[in-house]
Every structure is written in structure tokens, then in C-alpha cells.
């Protein structure tokens, strides 16, 4: 019986680490199309804005190229947010203690969250133009 209560907590220590490990491969944004007949300078503006609210900081880079950064305890997303009046992307970077792996094109799970969570609050900055 003591075996088994000594494997049992051995298997459910380790079954806590893997799942707090979890990577998935590297969500994009790919020409999400702008529905509003806008200027790509209310485009950029949707994004500054969207981003600001989920906490990113985003910055012209140049006409068209905007970067966005996220800062999340010890961690640090880094991605480029191409933009016209008819569409934006959302491309990975770069990346600080997110366990990025170049080689398989994976990240960790949250890096995704955030992802989603800034073209939704640009979509939704992008519906108010309607």
C-alpha cells in the first residue's frame, strides 16, 4: 500500500509540472480583413487603442508597420502588426521566458491567449467605425 501512495503522488507531481509546461504552436494573424471603409490611419489608431486595453504597447515603426509589446511578469511578447485600410496581421517576433522553440514553431500556451485577445480588441475597436 505504501508503494502505491508514493507512485501515485510521484504521478500527480509530475502530471502538475508537465501541465504547466504546455506549448502550442504559434498563433498568427493573417490579413484579417478591416469591414469599415476606413484610412489606414484609423486603422492604426484601433490598434494603439485595442492594444493599450489588454495592455500592450504598441508603436509606429512605419507607415503600415506597427510593433506591439506585451510585458507580463518576467515575460515579454514581441510581435509585428502589418496594417492598410483593408486588412492587418498579427506576426510572432519575438519573445523573453516563453519557451519559444524556433525549430518546431511552438510557445507557450498564453503567448496565444494574448494574441487572440489583441486582434479581438482590434476587431472590436474596428466595429466602433461602422
Request: a positive charge.
Amino acid at each position: 500500500m505504501n508503494k502505491f501512495v508514493k507512485y501515485g503522488v510521484a504521478a500527480l507531481l509530475g502530471l502538475f509540472v508537465l501541465t504547466g509546461c504546455r506549448t502550442a504552436a504559434i498563433y498568427n494573424v493573417d490579413k484579417d480583413p478591416v469591414e469599415a471603409k476606413v484610412s489606414s490611419d484609423k486603422v492604426y489608431k484601433a490598434i494603439k487603442t485595442a492594444g493599450y486595453s489588454k495592455g500592450w504597447i504598441i508603436t509606429k515603426v512605419k507607415p503600415g508597420l506597427a510593433m506591439g509589446k506585451l510585458n507580463v511578469r518576467k515575460h515579454q511578447a514581441v510581435v509585428e502588426i502589418p496594417y492598410s485600410s483593408k486588412s492587418f496581421s498579427i506576426k510572432y517576433k519575438n519573445s523573453m521566458n516563453l519557451k519559444h522553440n524556433p525549430e518546431t514553431g511552438t510557445i507557450h500556451n498564453n503567448y496565444n491567449g494574448w494574441v487572440q485577445n489583441l486582434e479581438n480588441a482590434i476587431n472590436f475597436e474596428l466595429s466602433r467605425f461602422n
